[in-house]
């Protein structure tokens, strides 16, 4: 199965916002509210940031935020921040119940 | 606080299987969702299969062949067996959580690389 279509780059000046966005079909992404979302920086492991679509985990900022329309999911940060500068992957269950990673994106702050 | 820390060999010779193991510390492996991901550097995440503690595995259908996932409840670790491993197999592989069938990842490994030799 392909991975779920991101893009390979992102940027945005400090406070301001940025979206990125994971398009998938109707077997994953369209077909359920099982969207995540992971950052990851340089040289570590993934973090949980957006689950189901849109819930946060407890000790994310409420500047993250995740909605989805159709086959595509979206990851909006707002208030940008240096250390917002990461690699972004979504992921999504797919009709197999198996998890579909995104290939994911590279916010840089400018 | 739930940890995860992978183990095993960091070189593996081609055609040889890959073994590694991952210990959870601070919690049980009794319930919950187990999963393996790897990442080949410079790459995106790649989901390699998870178990639930007492269930059946489920494998990423393009591994399926040469994967082996296994929980040892007594001792609170998850292993992962790749067999006949080629260069396209080195990658940071990490150990992570679930908390239900289809549920997010929320704690996971520091990672672990393994690079295969020739």
């Known amino acids: 199965q392909s991975a779920l279509t991101q893009p390979a780059s992102v940027s945005g000046s400090p406070g301001r916002s940025i979206t990125i966005s994971c398009t998938g079909t109707?077997?994953?992404?369209?077909?359920?509210?099982?969207v995540s979302w992971y950052q990851q920086h340089p040289g570590k492991a993934p973090k949980l940031i957006i689950y189901?679509?849109?819930n946060r985990p407890s000790g994310i900022s409420n500047r993250f935020s995740g909605s989805k329309s159709a086959n595509t999911a979206s990851l909006t940060i707002s208030g940008l921040q240096a250390e917002d500068e990461a690699h972004y992957y979504c992921?999504?269950?797919?009709?197999?119940?198996?998890?579909?990673f995104g290939g994911g994106t590279k916010l840089t702050v400018l | 606080q739930v940890q995860l820390q992978e183990s095993g060999p960091g070189l593996v010779k081609s055609s040889e299987t890959l073994s590694l193991t991952c210990t959870v510390s601070?919690?049980?492996?009794?319930?919950?969702?187990w999963n393996w991901i790897r990442q080949p550097p410079g790459k995106g995440l790649e989901w390699i299969g998870y178990?639930?503690?007492?269930?059946?595995?489920n494998y990423n259908s393009s591994l399926k062949s040469r994967v082996t996932i296994s929980v040892d409840t007594s001792k609170n670790q998850l292993s992962l067996n790749l067999s006949s491993v080629t260069a396209a197999d080195t990658a940071v592989y990490y150990c992570?959580?679930?908390?239900?069938?289809?549920?997010?990842?929320?704690?996971w490994g520091h990672g672990t690389l393994v690079t295969v030799s020739s």
């Open positions: 992570a959580r679930g908390s239900r069938t289809r549920g997010p990842l929320n704690y």
């Open positions: 601070g919690g049980s492996i009794s319930s919950y969702y």
């Open positions: 178990i639930f503690y007492n269930g059946s595995p």
């Open positions: 109707s077997s994953d992404v369209g077909g359920y509210n099982y």
């Open positions: 189901d679509v849109s």
């Open positions: 992921s999504s269950y797919t009709s197999s119940s198996t998890p579909l």
